[in-house]
């Protein structure tokens, strides 16, 4: 069973920071136009985009509302998702 340990009502948020030594311009490519993608990766809600931004050296995301999974996109699109730096703080789930 899963048990929510905490949660803020109407509130979620989620990040992440994924080195572009870790990803192929494909993949940056897609990241960066993922509501516009999402859906031939048969990922659910792909207008809930996320804000990206991008720097020499890294792609950056934040959602205030994390209805897109990216990590499912990135999985899918072919990321080593271990090598991405996740921040979610929607709510914390408890494994029972």
Not at 40 to 46: A, C, E, N, S, T
Not at 70 to 79: A, D
């Amino acid at each position: 069973m899963k048990i929510r340990k905490y949660f803020v009502a109407n509130s979620s948020s989620a990040s992440f920071v994924v080195h572009k030594d870790d990803v192929t311009a494909l993949q940056a490519t897609l990241i960066k136009n993922h509501s516009k993608e999402g859906a031939k990766y048969g990922i659910l809600y792909p207008e809930d985009s996320w804000f990206i931004s991008e720097s020499d050296t890294k792609i950056e995301g934040y959602t205030s509302m994390d209805n897109f999974n990216m990590r499912l996109f990135m999985e899918r699109i072919g990321i080593d998702v271990s090598k991405v730096e996740w921040n979610d703080n929607s709510c914390d789930w408890d494994e029972e």
